[in-house]
């Protein structure tokens, strides 16, 4: 019965290489790179001009702030799970484990595109640090941003709430994904094509072949079975 997504896999597959491949293949990046630059310089002349941006800047990227994004993934998720009796609860609890192992796994495969660089604070001589600026300890800065793993990890978040869930937790966890990714590019921590490009290129293919095919409802399937916990039914 999956064939049926395979058009759809395939369409998300080749939207997912294109993607990659309009940033990888052009020189200095093509198209990507103004953007890219405009983002950055945007915010960052900012950090200087106004003490509030500069503040909330350097506290949303603070690594405690980080704790805020799983808070707000968990409760819309604690939302769902408190709504279901106990073989729901434990189905959602397999669930999660998959989502993160699903996230780790994609992180690892993502780090092997053929693209390495450093955030945009360190590209560009002469910029505005907000670390230096404030003396908050804050991620301002990556010697290896590409592809955004923090991104990456919201994304497949929301895959898996529209896979499993209601298209209003899938709204929301779009929103989750924006809001917290918007931190590290206004720090300039992140390019907006490490998310745009790299985390959802790897996204749009990978996701695609383990959430519209069974290979991700037979691993939750088969831990949901094999876990301890287990009511067995005579």
């Known amino acids: 019965m999956w064939r049926k997504n395979l058009p759809a896999i395939l369409l998300l597959n080749l939207l997912g290489v294109a993607l990659f491949l309009s940033y990888y293949l052009p020189a200095n990046h093509g198209f990507w790179f103004p953007i890219d630059a405009s983002i950055f ?11 509030g941006f500069l503040k909330l800047v350097a506290v949303t990227n603070n690594r405690l702030f980080d704790g805020c994004s ?22 959602l609890l397999v669930t999660g484990v998959v989502m993160l192992l699903t996230a780790v796994v994609l992180n690892q495969l993502g780090h092997l595109l053929p693209v390495q660089h450093r955030s945009p604070s360190l590209y560009f001589p002469h910029v505005n640090r907000v670390s230096e600026l404030t003396g908050i ?43 917290f990714s918007l931190p590290r590019l206004m720090i300039g921590a992140h390019w907006f094509t490490d998310i745009a490009v790299g985390s959802l290129s790897v996204v749009l293919v990978g996701m695609s072949w383990w959430l519209l095919t069974p290979a991700c409802d037979r691993v939750i399937e088969w831990l949901n079975n094999r876990l301890p916990g287990k009511t067995r039914r005579a």
């Open 137 to 179: 300890p804050t991620k301002d800065a990556s010697s290896n941003s590409f592809p955004g793993d923090h991104g990456m990890m919201l994304i497949i978040f929301a895959c898996f709430m529209g896979r499993y869930f209601t298209r209003g937790a899938f709204a929301l966890a779009l929103a989750i994904v924006v809001i």
């Open 70 to 91: 799983l808070l707000a993934m968990g409760l819309l998720y604690l939302s769902f799970y408190l709504r279901q009796g106990p073989e729901g609860r434990r189905r």
């Open 41 to 51: 310089f945007y915010f960052n002349q900012h950090l200087a001009t106004s003490p």
